[in-house]
C-alpha cells in the first residue's frame, strides 16, 4: 500500500522516454533546462537497459543546455577558434559583484544596503537577463532609460563597474561565453540536438544553437 504523498514523489521520480527513443537511436544529444531533469532522463534509460537483461551499453547523451553550451565553448578555446579567458564560477561571480556592490556604496552618499549579498544575487541575475535577450546596455538610450529611474540607475554603475573588473583580470562569466558561440557558425560539423521541456529560449541561446 502507497500513500497520496508516495505515489506523488515516486510520479516525481519518473519520466517517460518512450518518445525520446527514435532520437536516442539516431545519435541526437539531448538537451534539458537543468541538471534534475538530465538526472531523471539517464536513470530512467539505464534502467530499461538493465530491465532488457542488459550488462553494458552506452551511457545517454543528455545533459543541460546551459553545460553543453560551455562545452562547445572550451573546444573552441582549446582549438585556438575563440580567446582565452577565465570564466568565472557562480559563486566566484557573486563574491564579485559584492565587492562592487560594497565599493560603489563607499562611494556613493545616496543609499545604504542591509544585504549586499541578495543585492549580488539580483544584481547576477539582472546581467545575465540583459544579456540573454541581447538587450545593448552600452546604447545609449538604453543607458538613458535606466539613469532615469534612482535603482536601475545605481545598477547601472554596479553592471558598469562589474565589466571593468571583468576586462581588466581577463575574467569572464558563464553567459559572456555563450555571447562568442555565434561567431563559431560553419566551423565545425552541425551538432543533431533535441531539447526537451523548454518553455522558451532566450535569443542569444537560439542564436548559439543555430551556429552549432
Known sequence: FQSPAQEINL?????????????????????TPNYRLARRIKAEWDARRMAAG????????????????LEQWERAVSDHIL?????????????????????????SP????????AAAELASQARDILR????????????????LEQDCGTF???????ERHLAASGQCTTVDCLEQLPALSGRYPGARIAL?????VAPLVRAALRAL
Open 156 to 162: 547601472l554603475q554596479w553592471l558598469t563597474l562589474f
Open 132 to 147: 540573454r535577450w541581447q538587450v545593448d546596455m552600452h546604447s545609449p538610450g538604453i543607458r538613458q532609460s535606466f539613469e
Open 83 to 107: 580567446p582565452p579567458v577565465t570564466p568565472l564560477g557562480s559563486a566566484q561571480a557573486l563574491e564579485l559583484w559584492r565587492q562592487v556592490i560594497v565599493e560603489q556604496e563607499r562611494q
Open 196 to 200: 526537451l521541456e523548454f518553455v522558451d
Open 54 to 69: 542488459e550488462r553494458v551499453w552506452e551511457p545517454l547523451s543528455v545533459q543541460p543546455l546551459d553545460s553543453w553550451l
Open 11 to 31: 510520479a516525481q521520480c519518473l519520466y517517460d522516454i518512450t518518445p525520446l527513443e527514435p532520437l536516442i537511436e539516431e545519435g541526437y544529444i539531448l538537451l
Open 110 to 117: 545616496d543609499y545604504h544596503l542591509l544585504r549586499p549579498v
